[in-house]
């Protein structure tokens, strides 16, 4: 009987028609064995991810439940403190989602402690990411990109915690109507077209619900998406190591090892998140009762990431001028409407900056250690350092009252540690790790430290080294030699200036300063001159250091009872 070919599965046949008209077949086996390598520090990025994909599951949740209107209502529910007042029906519903749906306080506070927890991981991340060099070529739109989530994420933040429409969250709503205020000659028309009239109106929650459910996240997503699809088209950087080269990944493969890592690791900041909402209250609408614009919370503060351009606005001076009949609210515009966006386009500038200055165009996927990199880390350290004095000034009050002081005086302090801060932590920083250099070259000539203090025949003393580990050293060798950026040739062989000679020269004078006082890793001949030198030392005092079979230890011409001597004795 002659053989029937078998008919083909529902599912494979569909799988094949996919596979033969869009590819996917051979991409997911590729990817699906990529290599991704394995480091805590990458756990940074996602705890970021992974806090966006609880944001995405609490947040629908809430959307059940919400009713984003401003619309006025005698609140009745089960809070019998605020039972009776008026209040608009974002703040009942709020209210109702914290005491009478199961689970919904949970949810709130899950929601609102993963935003943070978003924000913050995405501002370790991105320091991990500077600090390491992992921005350089060729993944400074991945930087770009980073630095736009960032911008994005607090915005989002801003918009969902405006929604409760509670008297601490419309204080912060009647700021940001005063920030759109006062951009000269638009301001008004600004605040107009987005509260629908004059503030309050009764638009901004629905439409500050419409950006945060729809806009924001969508964008994010799609920011997200290419930022992961950027990261397996570059491949993952890693950290040096024997083996590992700008050529290849060394690490686990995406199935089944990666995969399981990952998800295990969901569950962690799933669980980590869900035990920080049910235990640790956050946003208590119920304290602060609803909005009324004739009240101000006393000591009322935004969420942590809007704090530092708040406490610019705490210190800067009231300065205001008037231009052409125009007032111009300098107090208002500069810290505000001026100062973040700057840092923002400095941040995002920040791989293009390096690049320029050290006219390196090479492809870079080892990473450096940030002691390797002084001018580098001393910048981030410095910009860390404005954001941090700027974010304590935002608790200017707070810290008034709890520490007894005068608020006076602390303003005048922020005022000038705001400038001198960031200049001190740079050169604190540089001079840092040019010392850490230091002690790496000293360690790959001479050994390291053993803490055994050796006694010479002629009474001097020294410390006994031993050479590092091959690994370690390896580590400590595997960066490249630096040299400052030079000009071409003036003039060509026409005699002709080359275009940017001045600008050439600045730049020559930055890529100079940059790589000033480096230490550079020691050159072969100084290595193996070094280790010559070990070996001759080492067998010197492997005579001195003999042991009698008594116990006693001879140092040439004495005898010590017990222990080696040490430093400490």
Same mark, same amino acid.
């Given at each position: ?140 739109? /991945? ?228 002691? /390797? ?22 608790? /200017? ?10 608020? /006076? ?161």
């Amino acid at each position: 009987m002659a053989a029937t070919p078998k008919k083909p599965a529902k599912v494979g046949a569909v799988a094949n028609w996919a596979d033969e008209r869009l590819g996917l077949g051979g991409a997911m086996k590729k990817n699906l064995r990529k290599v991704f390598p394995d480091h805590w520090s990458f756990m940074l990025g996602e705890i970021a991810l992974w806090s966006f994909v609880v944001l995405l599951l609490t947040g629908v949740f809430l959307t059940l439940w919400f009713d984003p209107s401003m619309a006025e209502i005698e609140y009745q529910g089960s809070f019998d403190p605020l039972r009776g007042v008026e209040m608009s029906r974002s703040m009942a519903s709020t209210l109702n989602i914290s005491f009478d749906v199961r689970g919904g306080l949970l949810m709130r506070q899950m929601h609102h402690w993963a935003a943070s927890i978003f924000i913050a991981s995405m501002m370790i991340h991105m320091m991990r990411v500077y600090f390491t060099g992992a921005f350089r070529k060729p993944r400074e739109l /991945n930087w770009v990109i980073g630095c736009l989530l960032l911008l994005l994420g607090t915005l989002e933040g801003f918009t969902g915690y405006s929604l409760p429409d509670d008297l601490l969250s419309g204080t912060g709503v009647r700021a940001a109507d005063g920030f759109l205020k006062a951009t000269p000659v638009v301001g008004s028309y600004m605040s107009f077209f987005l509260f629908g009239g004059e503030f309050p109106g009764d638009s901004i929650i629905p439409r500050l619900y419409t950006i945060h459910i729809l806009l924001i996240p969508g964008l994010l997503l799609g920011l997200i998406a290419a930022h992961m699809l950027l990261l397996v088209y570059h491949k993952h950087t890693q950290w040096p190591g024997p083996g590992r080269t700008e050529e290849n990944v060394v690490g686990f493969p995406m199935l089944p090892v990666y995969a399981a890592k990952a998800g295990g690791f969901f569950f962690i900041v799933f669980g980590a998140t869900a035990v920080m909402g049910g235990l640790l209250t956050i946003n208590p609408v119920w304290k602060f009762g609803p909005y009324d614009p004739t009240k101000v919370t006393a000591g009322s503060q935004p969420d942590w990431y809007m704090g530092w351009p708040d406490g610019l606005l705490r210190i800067i001076p009231g300065w205001e001028s008037t231009i052409f009949g125009e007032p111009i609210s300098w107090n208002i515009m500069i810290p505000i409407l001026i100062v973040p966006p700057l840092m923002l386009v400095i941040l995002m500038l920040l791989p293009f900056i390096e690049a320029w200055i050290t006219g390196d165009k090479r492809e870079h996927h080892l990473l450096e250690r940030p002691r /390797n990199a002084p001018t580098r880390t001393a910048v981030m350290v410095s910009l860390m350092t404005f954001y941090g004095l700027a974010w304590a000034a935002g608790g /200017n009050d707070l810290i008034a009252i709890r520490l007894d002081l005068s608020i /006076n005086q602390i303003t005048y302090f922020m005022r000038v540690a705001i400038f001198l801060g960031p200049a001190l932590a740079f050169y604190i920083t540089r001079r840092w790790c040019i010392s850490l250099q230091r002690h790496d070259e000293n360690k790959l000539l001479h050994g390291y430290e053993t803490g055994v203090i050796m006694r010479s025949p002629e009474g001097g003393y020294s410390e006994r080294h031993l050479p590092i580990s091959e690994n370690a050293a390896y580590t400590l060798t595997a960066r490249d030699r630096e040299q400052a950026w030079t000009p071409s040739q003036k003039v060509d062989e026409n005699g002709v200036a080359a275009p940017g000679g001045r600008l050439d020269g600045i730049r020559s004078k930055l890529s100079t300063l940059m790589y000033a006082d480096n230490v550079q890793k020691p050159t072969a001949a100084e290595l193996e001159e070094a280790h010559h030198h070990a070996e001759h030392e080492h067998a010197l005092t492997a005579a001195l250091d003999g042991h009698s079979a008594d116990g006693h230890q001879f140092d040439g011409h004495h005898a010590v009872e017990g222990e080696n001597l040490r430093g400490d004795h």
